[in-house]
């Protein structure tokens, strides 16, 4: 509980929104995506996997954790298939259910794939294991929105961290 609430302060002392970003791609993304309305769901991770899904036109997502998510991809997505790789967007309860080597060999990633982790602040070990993703190698964007973290693999992209609020 108490890391919880420094970790809310901690990021709140150091995230930023949209005026705070010279990313153009993350930039696009914060205005064209996550900050525009409607919500998609009542549920902050939900709703930022939601409205990625449509931003980015997913057609192949990979849930790992979470079985009802998927009956609420199928509302909102009709017709978007799953487990076709190679995967536009690959979602994880947790941090902690993969190591990051693991991640980038066993699933069939692709330029522009979108890996998003549910509860990076669930603890002290969760959020040093979201920190192992964001320093690999293989990613290039990473953001910390404190209900979640985003990873996404742009190899046309300096490698860069983002906290932003949402």
Not at 8 to 21: A, D, P, R, V, W
Not at 107 to 123: A, K, M, Q, T, V
Request: hydrophobic share 35%; proline share 5%; charged share 25%.
């Amino acid at each position: 509980m108490i890391f919880n609430i420094k970790s809310y302060l901690k990021f709140l002392l150091k995230s930023t929104n949209e005026h705070g970003i010279h990313s153009p791609f993350v930039f696009d993304y914060l205005t064209k995506c996550l900050y525009q309305k409607p919500q998609k769901s009542k549920d902050k991770v939900i709703n930022v996997l939601l409205k990625s899904i449509a931003y980015f036109n997913a057609k192949s997502i990979l849930v790992k954790g979470n079985n009802s998510l998927k009956k609420e991809l199928e509302k909102n997505f009709q017709g978007v298939p799953e487990k076709k790789p190679p995967i536009d967007v690959l979602y994880f309860e947790s941090p902690m259910s993969q190591n990051p080597d693991n991640v980038f060999s066993s699933f069939p990633l692709h330029n522009d794939s979108l890996i998003l982790f549910r509860g990076i602040y669930e603890s002290r070990e969760t959020f040093l294991h979201w920190m192992e993703f964001t320093k690999s190698e293989k990613v290039t964007v990473s953001m910390d929105l404190f209900y979640c973290g985003l990873i996404f693999i742009r190899k046309e992209q300096v490698k860069q961290h983002f906290t932003i609020r949402i």
